[in-house]
């Protein structure tokens, strides 16, 4: 049975990804700090016949992190999809002159460190199997920065610029790496189905194949 790990996990879109790849046969790893919420997010999922467990991890923590994906490959099965979304701290949203060297490098291990050290988790196997997804979901910042969401601004770019190098290297091997665009609070999208439309969009990146960057509207469209 194929595996997802989602990194970030909760009731949102963490919960919606996890109820549209369920339906594709997919067992679900939960990744956040908080193991009762994901206790409980799990066993949600199992009323709808979802095979779910959740792992805690803080993704500053590198030994936790891939502590985490380690127990769920033990348990479920090799990750075959890395979904890497976890939900940046408003800290990293402070403005520009109010952004310290001690919380700039907080934000690029919470964004970039985090990803290199959860992908390099989970490809070996995935480049075993010639087959896997890696799924990146940022802000709008990661593309255009802003001088009120500093943090982010600094980090997302850089976490953007080594899923792309990973899509470039890897795309020959049959393993998938792409990004998510999604500039704003999804509720003020306003899309017909809400967030199971973003559902649907990211497992559309994990089953065809496409360029690295996909945005989920237009970035004037969107506030952050």
């Given amino acids: 049975m194929p595996v997802i790990a989602i990194v970030g996990a909760g009731p949102g879109?963490?919960?919606a990804v996890a109820r549209r790849f369920a339906r594709e046969g997919f067992s679900i790893a939960l990744i956040s700090r908080d193991q009762s919420k994901l206790d409980t997010l799990a066993a949600e999922l199992e009323t709808i016949g979802a095979k779910a467990r959740g792992?805690?991890?803080?993704?500053?923590?590198?030994?936790?992190?891939?502590?985490?994906?380690?127990?769920?490959?033990?348990?479920?099965?090799?990750?075959?999809?890395l979904q890497y979304s976890p939900l940046p701290s408003r800290d990293y949203l402070k403005p520009v002159l109010d952004l310290t060297p001690e919380l700039a490098l907080e934000a690029l291990q919470f964004s970039v460190l985090g990803l290199i050290h959860a992908a390099r988790a989970v490809l070996p196997a995935m480049r075993e199997?010639?087959?896997?997804?890696?799924?990146?979901?940022?802000?709008?910042t990661s593309v255009k920065a802003r001088a009120g969401f500093?943090?982010?601004s600094v980090a997302f770019p850089s976490e953007s610029a080594y899923g792309?190098?990973?899509?470039?290297?890897?795309?020959?091997?049959?393993?998938?790496?792409?990004?998510?665009?999604?500039?704003?609070?999804?509720?003020?999208?306003?899309?017909?189905?809400?967030i199971d439309d973003v559902a649907d969009r990211i497992w559309g990146l994990h089953s065809t194949a496409g360029e690295f960057r996909t945005m989920l509207i237009p970035l004037e469209d969107g506030r952050e």
């Avoid at 199997?129 to 709008?140: F, R, V, W």
């Avoid at 890897?170 to 189905?193: C, D, H, T, W, Y």
């Fill in 55 to 81: 792992y805690a991890a803080d993704v500053r923590e590198p030994a936790q992190l891939e502590g985490a994906l380690e127990r769920a490959a033990a348990e479920l099965g090799p990750i075959t999809v």
């Fill in 129 to 140: 199997a010639g087959e896997g997804s890696i799924i990146l979901i940022n802000g709008g």
């Fill in 164 to 194: 792309e190098m990973l899509h470039d290297a890897l795309e020959g091997e049959g393993i998938r790496v792409s990004q998510l665009v999604i500039p704003g609070g999804i509720p003020k999208l306003q899309l017909p189905n809400g």
């Fill in 150 to 152: 500093a943090g982010t």
């Fill in 13 to 15: 879109l963490g919960a």
